[in-house]
């Protein structure tokens, strides 16, 4: 990896983060593997970088490593900043080294990233300036936590051979209409007009419940109650304006399930899921909100069972590999393989299978993939001994942490169902992701039903086809020309 060099600490802090084009020109290009209709990034060494935020000074690296990161365990840190994989301005640093303004941190990765539907995403409009696509579900928009180059942004870059802006988000699960810019100029203007609601929006949701025939509205103030984590819920002493109207558009008897129009008057993250959840209408199959009682739940309650649920999911390599320590890992080199402290380089490097089920989620689940199942046999590095050993351990969704047992042939039982282990696409014995055991999502996890199907912006309008999940008959005629349903 070259040398970067270092902007000098008198400039203001912005400007000494890295540039986004110099990493890009560093990074090898990715490679992708389509296995069961899900795609894979073949992981890849990869170069972790920050300066030293105000919160972290007088603190040691340690301590703020496995408290602001905690995809590792401390176990981890420790013999990663003792071999080099963690560098502070270039040079390995003790455990103990107390973190001061200015201080350049570097992490050396093995990154493994989740996989993601493989789904072509359909052009909706194009200009010169203006890019309308319809987002499939379980892809993030942009480069966030674990997903890098899984995503949307860095999926139609590629395609496009060149550089796009976002505007607006819409969640991972989520599907539908994304509005992109091909040059700054359009994207602060577009950006604007999302931020000042100039911008009407239509979503599909499916919902648990009898809707009123007549609709609802819900103006209850929304709350972040973690940052971090991203979750949301109703707070009438701290939350935020927010506003959304519903308009039920079909009734399910046999399901107890409506299909409904949600209408957004305001931009806040979730709105619409936690505005359905209040109203006791949660979105079918949403992974956090219409989960038992938690929006009736105080702020505090929420938002401490919610991280703890959210974090247990990560923590596979204590859950399946039985607390293995990371530092028998990394320590399998000798100390030649140690980064010298004037070095930039990092060290020298020598879908699932389920369970028949009749649900009606795994059908429309099944709909989201085109690509023939391949036989997948279990890979190397397994740690499980028997079908009677019993684990705890999440899924790739967010679940409460359950037990798990294994089969005869290495696959994990969990909730009733069954799961593969991600395949090991490449192998680096100093990484401790590679000794993971982790779970191939199920196709039900990966999508929820709520969809973006109709954009109005700066004097034009942008409509995207029906989601799977959604049949055309459950929308009345009078909705056809919102929805640009052909009446044939």
């Excluded at 389509?34 to 972790?48: A, K, S, T």
């Excluded at 989740?114 to 928009?141: C, G, M, W």
């Excluded at 036989?375 to 001994?385: D, F, I, K, P, W």
Aim: charged residues 30%.
């Amino acid at each position: 990896m070259a040398t970067e060099e270092i902007v000098s600490p008198k400039r203001k802090r912005r400007r000494c983060l890295p540039v986004r084009e110099i990493m890009e020109a560093e990074e090898e290009k990715p490679e992708f593997k389509v296995i069961d209709g899900l795609r894979y990034v073949v992981p890849y060494n990869f170069v972790l970088r920050t300066y030293a935020k105000k919160r972290w000074f007088d603190q040691s690296i340690l301590e703020v490593l496995t408290r602001e990161f905690q995809a590792y365990p401390a176990s981890y840190y420790k013999s990663a900043l003792a071999s080099g994989r963690i560098t502070v301005n270039d040079k390995i640093v003790a455990c103990e080294y107390l973190l001061r303004d200015h201080d350049f941190i570097a992490h050396y990765v093995h990154r493994h990233e989740p996989p993601v539907l493989d789904r072509e995403v359909e052009t909706i409009a194009e200009t010169e300036e203006i890019l309308v696509v319809n987002k499939p579900a379980s892809i993030p928009i942009h480069t966030t936590g674990r997903y890098r180059h899984n995503t949307l942004l860095k999926h139609l870059e590629r395609k496009h051979s060149k550089k796009l802006y976002t505007c607006h988000r819409l969640d991972r699960l989520t599907s539908g209409i994304i509005v992109l810019l091909k040059n700054t100029q359009k994207a602060k203007e577009y950006g604007a007009l999302f931020r000042d609601q100039q911008v009407k929006k239509t979503y599909l949701a499916l919902v648990d419940g009898e809707f009123p025939e007549t609709g609802m509205s819900c103006s209850e103030p929304i709350l972040q109650v973690s940052h971090k984590l991203g979750i949301n819920k109703v707070d009438h002493d701290n939350g935020k304006p927010a506003h959304t109207d519903f308009k039920r558009l079909h009734y399910d008897s046999a399901t107890r399930r409506s299909l409904v129009l949600c209408l957004p008057q305001s931009g806040k993250m979730h709105q619409i899921r936690v505005h359905l959840a209040h109203r006791g209408f949660p979105i079918t199959n949403d992974p956090i909100y219409s989960r038992e009682n938690w929006a009736k739940k105080s702020t505090e309650e929420f938002s401490k069972e919610l991280t703890e649920v959210l974090f247990k999911r990560d923590n596979i390599s204590r859950l399946l590999n039985k607390e293995q320590e990371s530092s028998a890992i990394l320590s399998s080199k000798d100390s030649s393989d140690q980064v010298k402290s004037n070095s930039t380089k990092p060290p020298d490097e020598t879908s699932p299978k389920l369970l028949t089920s009749d649900s009606e989620t795994k059908q429309i689940a099944d709909k989201l993939t085109t690509t023939e199942p391949t036989n997948m046999s279990s890979t190397s590095h397994e740690t499980a001994e028997n079908s009677e050993n019993k684990l705890t351990v999440s899924g790739d969704g967010i679940k409460q942490a359950a037990e798990v047992s294994m089969t005869t042939d290495g696959k994990f039982c969990l909730d009733g169902k069954v799961f593969e282990r991600i395949p090991q696409l490449s192998y680096d014995e100093k990484c401790p992701e590679c000794a993971w055991i982790r779970l191939v999502p199920a196709l039900e996890d990966m999508f929820i039903f709520l969809h973006a199907v109709r954009y109005e912006l700066d004097g034009s309008f942008y409509v995207s086809p029906l989601p799977e999940w959604c049949q055309k008959e459950w929308i009345p005629s009078k909705f056809h020309d919102l929805l640009q349903i052909s009446s044939d």
